[in-house]
């Protein structure tokens, strides 16, 4: 069976951190790229991060950029989002994507995993 499952959401402090984890069964996260993306209460989705699977190159939002780390465990089948310094901003629903050969397009989605930033 072909999915991708997000882990790692949860509650943390402002300032605090999340590792989040998407992992692939029924098919090899190699050979596409992997997008994170996340939705918060009445906005629209957004995109946080993507690595490509040509070159390993990232991306990532203005909003996210030196807090987060997008990284590959090819061993595990699975990519990671480490996020730092959290801000409540940062609330969301994020989920992971994978798109075969790095086009536009995702092939497959992930169900989803509750980030929420709050004192």
């Known amino acids: 069976q072909v999915q991708l499952v997000e882990s790692g959401g949860g509650l943390v402090q402002p300032g605090g951190s999340l590792r989040l984890s998407c992992a692939a069964s029924?098919?090899?996260?190699?050979?596409?790229?992997i997008g994170w993306f996340r939705q918060a209460p009445g906005k629209e989705r957004e995109g946080v991060s993507c690595i490509r699977s040509s070159d390993g190159s990232t991306y990532y939002a203005d909003s996210v950029k030196g807090r987060f780390t997008i990284s590959r465990n090819n061993a595990k089948n699975s990519v990671s989002l480490q996020m730092n310094s959290l801000k409540p901003e940062d609330t969301a629903v994020y989920y992971c994507?994978?798109?075969?050969?790095?086009?536009?397009?995702?092939?497959?989605w992930g169900q989803g995993t509750q980030v929420t930033v709050s004192s």
């Open positions: 994507g994978a798109a075969l050969n790095d086009r536009d397009n995702y092939d497959y």
């Open positions: 029924g098919f090899f996260l190699d050979y596409y790229a």
